[in-house]
């Protein structure tokens, strides 16, 4: 609670608290993708409250009459019994004195979290589920934050398997004959760029964006004549990109950006020299890149040529096992993909051949149908719900060429056209879908979506209209056997809370249950786990150090409290009914709030939060959030809260 706290302190008040730029000092402490249960820095705590000391001490005694702590037998027993701890605490605990048992949890040894249990790595890859990010490039919102390649080295850290790469045609280098003339060409270009950002500057957001892109439903400006030999290019492209030359400082590369934004670019390059230093620092479970191809196939070549560069040794560009046909290729287990990258990138749709009809041994696919699809283009294309957002302006498709879409040896991504058409059989498909669309599928077929997913893979991602990268509820994705969630990680919110919760601890891949794997005769949600009643019960004791929000420097003007919130799976869930809020909600429905103090270290006095009863609970994917609210209360009448 402290450290979200901390984090909102640090941002001005006019700009939203939730949304910050990548950290790059010890990313590994920050919450969010599962690093920081696993550090023990980020557990420890470097002193105690008077407060807190008094509550410890309490504690101490109470334990220690039950178990009667000055013995070894007695602390073996809390150890294994209460605590269920490893015996090694009891190097710390030593002799079980009252400054021993505090510093027992102190340095994190008794923290709530249990540790991870070793993931097992056995399965073929479509069994976990996978620490995901949502244009990992943007640190800010989707429409006019920049770009980094800080931001992927931070997600890395923290625990990320799967990142998100947005490319475009990058522009072409000056032709111009003479060195002066070039020169006085830039002067006089930077003076005109210079008073014409001078007065966007002074245009609200949608103003600039009709200038850069038109009217949604008007031609761009500057708009090419298609020419018969070339794929069309990005509206933004001044000139044709021509084929490129070896020299790196002469040709045009790739760049990465969100499009039909005011997003800043930064080159493909960069991006993938960042994801080759730190994509094994972490975890050496495998790194899962998806490419968004907006590009040109000269551009899509240098792509191509880039990745193999930066990443060779470490880049899955042919299959395991050469020898077997692509069209039978098998997903291999985790284990066999360790310290290696694996491209998520469009495919051609299949022809319809009649082998395409026979399922492999790992498959349970429904009733196959006449093939429908036509030739797919960008590597993850808007599904149903593609009317809200600006990625949705008409943006250039651009064929994937073979040689890139070879890449995707084990994640070839396909337009999602149904779960009965001959791609959703391929043991090597993906299929990506906004949260509406998904959404829709489980409400009008949820018995095919959950069998699909505990064999083929399939990716969730945020509609365009949170523009303020807020994000979805991964659970109930998650529920529906959805590997790939993937979250907005630039902004600290209940997503990512959850995903905390999913991951925290592991190197990022988590084990499905039992029901949800490819080895389940469960056919659907409801029959998939076993379900039990929860009785919960949490006492708050005290809380020190809470840092003011930002308007604030009084620390008795300000009353902070906790907010327990219970993540379980609805009845609609269960019967694939709809959902109520269309899934839109994030925040639990079971909730209950500790009483508010007026200080900075809160005394709760032992206050019990209570839950009986509480039905469809499965420990795997039921989660319990705690979030601290603090509300000023210094301007009469205009509470703020954070």
């Not at 490819?518 to 056919?523: E, H, I, N």
């Not at 919960?536 to 150090?545: C, D, K, P, T, V």
Request: with cysteine.
């Amino acid at each position: 609670m402290a450290d979200a706290a901390a984090a909102a302190a640090a941002v001005p008040p006019n700009k939203d608290h939730k949304v910050g730029v990548p950290k790059l000092d010890e990313p590994q402490l920050q919450a969010g993708g599962g690093s920081a249960a696993a550090t023990t820095k980020a557990r420890t705590v470097e002193s105690l409250s008077t407060t807190l000391s008094k509550y410890l001490k309490t504690i101490h005694d109470e334990v220690d009459k039950k178990y009667q702590l000055s013995t070894k037998e007695g602390l073996t027993k809390w150890l294994t019994e209460e605590q269920q701890a490893p015996l090694s605490d009891l190097e710390t605990l030593k002799e079980g004195s009252v400054s021993h048992f505090a510093n027992y949890f102190t340095t994190g040894l008794g923290n709530v979290m249990k540790p991870s249990q070793p993931i097992d790595t056995t399965f073929p890859l479509s069994n976990y589920f996978i620490s995901s990010s949502h244009n990992t490039y943007l640190t800010g919102n989707q429409l006019a934050s920049d770009s980094s390649v800080d931001a992927y080295k931070n997600v890395l850290v923290r625990g990320c398997r799967c990142v998100e790469i947005d490319v475009w045609d990058g522009e072409p280098p000056s032709s111009s004959s003479s060195e002066d003339e070039a020169a006085g060409a830039n002067a006089s270009k930077s003076k005109d760029k210079k008073d014409k950002k001078d007065k966007k500057e002074k245009l609200s957001l949608r103003k600039r964006l009709e200038l850069r892109f038109g009217r949604k439903g008007s031609p761009p400006p500057e708009e090419k004549p298609k020419e018969a030999s070339s794929a069309e290019q990005p509206t933004n492209t001044v000139e044709r990109i021509i084929p490129w030359v070896s020299n790196s400082s002469t040709r045009a590369e790739p760049r990465v950006l969100h499009g039909f934004t005011l997003t800043s670019d930064m080159p493909f390059r960069s991006v993938c020299a960042t994801i080759r230093d730190h994509a094994f620092e972490f975890s050496n479970l495998p790194l899962i890149v998806s490419l968004e191809v907006h590009t040109s196939p000269e551009q899509q070549d240098i792509m191509v040529e880039i990745m193999k560069h930066y990443w060779g040794g470490m880049l899955v560009d042919l299959p395991l096992d050469p020898t077997e046909p692509a069209e039978n290729l098998k997903l291999p287990t985790l284990k066999e993909l360790e310290n290696k990258i694996l491209v998520k990138v469009k495919r051609a749709a299949p022809k319809p051949l009649a082998s395409a009809a026979k399922p492999t041994p790992l498959q349970t696919p429904a009733e196959l149908s006449k093939p429908t699809t036509k030739e797919s283009t960008t590597s993850d294309p808007p599904s149903s719900d593609n009317s809200d957002g600006p990625e949705n302006a008409t943006a250039p498709k651009a064929k994937v060429i073979e040689s890139l879409s070879r890449l995707g040896v084990y994640f070839g991504g396909y337009s999602y056209k149904g779960l009965n058409t001959p791609e959703a059989n391929i043991p090597t498909h993906v299929f990506s879908l906004s949260e509406k669309a998904l959404i829709e599928v489980h409400e009008t077929d949820p018995v095919a979506l959950f069998t699909h997913n505990k064999n083929f893979f399939m990716r969730a991602y945020p509609k365009g209209l949170r523009l303020n990268s807020s994000n979805l509820n991964p659970s109930i994705f998650w529920r529906q056997g959805v590997q790939i969630v993937a979250l907005n990680w630039q902004r600290w919110d209940c997503g990512m809370m959850l995903n905390e919760a999913m991951f925290a601890g592991t190197p990022g891949w988590v084990l499905k249950p039992a029901g949800y794997r490819s080895t389940s005769t469960g056919k659907t949600q409801k029959d998939a786990v076993t379900r039990h009643s929860l009785d919960l019960s949490i006492e708050f004791f005290a809380g020190q150090n809470i840092p003011l929000p930002p308007e604030e420097d009084d620390p008795k003007d300000f009353k902070p409290y906790v907010k327990v919130e219970l993540h379980v799976e609805k009845p609609e869930e269960r019967q694939g009914e709809p959902i109520p809020g269309g899934g839109k909600n994030t925040k639990g429905d079971i909730k209950k709030k500790t009483k508010s103090q007026r200080t900075p270290d809160p005394d709760f006095g032992r206050e019990i939060i209570e839950f009986k009863g509480v039905k469809g609970v499965t420990e795997e994917l039921t989660f319990v959030r705690y979030v601290l609210f603090i509300y000023s209360v210094h301007i009469p009448g205009h509470p703020t809260s954070r």
